[in-house]
């Protein structure tokens, strides 16, 4: 299983960033897949998740109305939107399956 994560960067607040994570080594239509981050000094917090059809999806509180996951299988392909971002959301963001992790992307947001 791999999994590569990438879209991250600088960003003013209120801007938006698409982070994408490829996956391979399974079956990615059947799994759901999940995003985490971890900001600097904090636990990892699960951010969004969905479904293996993509019908099904979840979202923290904290980004709730302002991020949307999404898949497209038959890119092998898991997307993170986020919009209206704000300071806190800066973070390394995590593609997660099951035990399987990508290496992160960094989102710094910041004027």
């Known amino acids: 299983v791999q999994l590569v994560e990438s879209g991250g960067g600088l960003v003013e607040p209120g801007g938006s960033l698409r982070l994408s994570c490829l996956a391979s080594?399974?079956?990615?239509?059947?799994?759901?897949m999940r995003w985490y981050r971890q900001a600097p000094g904090k636990e990892l917090e699960r951010v969004a998740t969905i479904s293996g059809g993509g019908r099904t999806t979840t979202y923290a509180d904290s980004v709730k109305g302002r991020f949307t996951i999404s898949k497209d299988n038959a890119k092998n392909t898991v997307y993170l939107q986020m919009n209206s971002l704000k300071p806190e959301d800066t973070a390394v963001y995590y593609c997660n399956r099951l035990d399987s992790w990508g290496k992160g992307t960094k989102v710094t947001v910041s004027s």
């Open positions: 080594g399974f079956d990615f239509s059947t799994n759901g």
